[in-house]
């Protein structure tokens, strides 16, 4: 497994996670520590999202 691969898989789960928590407990957690909607919040949302797209590729590699 490639370096780029371990982090998106890194970045899929704490997104992941937080979407639990959010549906769970109604607590974002990328919120609470970066505040609503702000310039970080937004570039680590944007990195969780493309992680899950580059997921997508992992699914067919050998």
């Given at each position: 497994?490639?370096?780029?691969?371990?982090?998106?898989?890194?970045?899929?789960?704490?997104?992941?996670?937080?979407?639990?928590?959010?549906?769970?407990?109604?607590?974002?957690?990328?919120?609470?520590?970066?505040?609503?909607?702000?310039?970080?919040?937004?570039i680590i949302y944007g990195l969780v999202g493309?992680?899950?797209?580059?997921?997508?590729?992992?699914?067919?590699d050998d």
């Open positions: 497994m490639k370096v780029i691969d371990k982090i998106a898989l890194v970045l899929v789960i704490i997104g992941a996670i937080n979407w639990g928590l959010i549906g769970i407990f109604n607590f974002n957690l990328v919120a609470a520590i970066f505040g609503d909607m702000t310039l970080i919040s937004r493309v992680s899950g797209l580059w997921a997508i590729k992992l699914l067919f």
